[in-house]
T-cell receptor
Framework: NAGVTQTPKFQVLKTGQSMTLQCAQDMNHEYMSWYRQDPGMGLRLIHYSVGAGITDQGEVPNGYNVSRSTTEDFPLRLLSAAPSQTSVYFC?????????????FGDGTRLSIL | AQTVTQSQPEMSVQEAETVTLSCTYDTSESDYYLFWYKQPPSRQMILVIRQEAYKQQNATENRFSVNFQKAAKSFSLKISDSQLGDAAMYFCAYRIDNAGNMLTFGGGTRLMVKP
């Protein structure tokens, strides 16, 4: 099993450009989420999904869009990139919303906005 | 809102010695879960240990153990017989049951291991 796969691993964008960060998991997990990690801080939740067709906002959703058309994929879209969105982005999945279920993280995408 | 605080930005330990990383949290919930994650330079987020709030017994995973004090809302991680491979950022995290996929993280502690 590949687990949680994120692409690309690195990306540089200019202010105002748009792009999509890809996330795929092969564990048939219902729950998926996106976090961002800024220097000196822990991860903060951007958006999450509890199943195909269902998404909701996390702590820092502004400037990001998500959709969940399949169980496997949960892409994150930056609509108009801003320097404040320079960060490392992590996708995570878990079998269910039960607190005890471990979350599986991808390896992250380092995004720089110039 | 729940908050998680790690008051030690950096810690250092001699190889083979024991080190304790601190974590406190604030919540009004009674059922929740606490986690310690390790993030090495490779950037992976690796689950180290998990504690259910309803369990009084402290969780243990090999060289890693926790001291869970529910009344004090404290959740420290003890690493025994420290190894060079333990050097990493360590994040304390909190999650309530059936709250989507939301983990609330502390700011992290960088652990350095001296040979």
């Amino acid at each position: 099993n590949a687990g949680v796969t994120q692409t690309p691993k690195f990306q540089v964008l200019k202010t105002g450009q748009s792009m999509t960060l890809q996330c795929a998991q092969d564990m048939n997990h219902e729950y998926m989420s996106w976090y961002r990690q800024d220097p000196g801080m822990g991860l903060r939740l951007i958006h999450y999904s509890v199943g195909a067709g269902i998404t909701d906002q996390g702590e820092v959703p502004n400037g990001y869009n998500v959709s969940r058309s399949t169980t496997e994929d949960f892409p994150l879209r930056l609509l108009s990139a801003a320097p404040s969105q320079t960060s490392v982005y992590f996708c995570a999945s878990s079998y269910s919303g039960q607190g005890k279920q471990p979350q599986h993280f991808g390896d992250g995408t380092r995004l720089s906005i110039l | 809102a729940q908050t998680v605080t790690q008051s030690q930005p950096e810690m250092s330990v001699q190889e083979a010695e024991t080190v304790t990383l601190s974590c406190t949290y604030d919540t009004s919930e009674s059922d929740y879960y606490l986690f310690w994650y390790k993030q090495p330079p490779s950037r992976q987020m690796i689950l180290v240990i998990r504690q259910e709030a309803y369990k009084q017994q402290n969780a243990t995973e090999n060289r890693f153990s926790v001291n869970f004090q529910k009344a004090a809302k404290s959740f420290s991680l003890k690493i025994s017989d420290s190894q060079l491979g333990d050097a990493a950022m360590y994040f304390c995290a909190y999650r309530i049951d059936n709250a989507g996929n939301m983990l609330t993280f502390g700011g992290g502690t960088r652990l350095m291991v001296k040979p």
